[in-house]
């Protein structure tokens, strides 16, 4: 949380797909007072000679949203803009 009350989020992970495919995505936001979760500009990173090399060129929003309950998870919506 910034001083201003401005909450950021900011995480880099990998996602593996069935196919085996490794995707890194690096997602960005800020805490969104309307919705109650983050609003995120995800980027993604794959291997631009594979299936999913069209990921590198789109732009792209999302939602992330974190619940503790029963446990603690995280929700994250991807749209491509």
């Known amino acids: ?18 196919d085996g495919a490794v995707i890194q995505i690096e997602n960005e936001g800020v805490l969104s007072e309307d919705s109650g979760g983050f ?10 000679s594979g299936s999913y090399a069209w990921l590198n060129s789109g732009v792209y929003a999302g939602t992330l949203k974190a619940s503790e309950s ?12």
């Open 39 to 48: 609003v995120t500009t995800p980027k993604f990173a794959a291997d631009a």
């Open 70 to 81: 029963p446990e603690y998870s995280v929700e994250i919506t991807v749209f491509q803009l």
């Open 1 to 18: 949380m910034h001083p201003n009350g401005n909450a950021h989020v900011y995480a880099r992970y990998l996602l593996k797909t069935e």
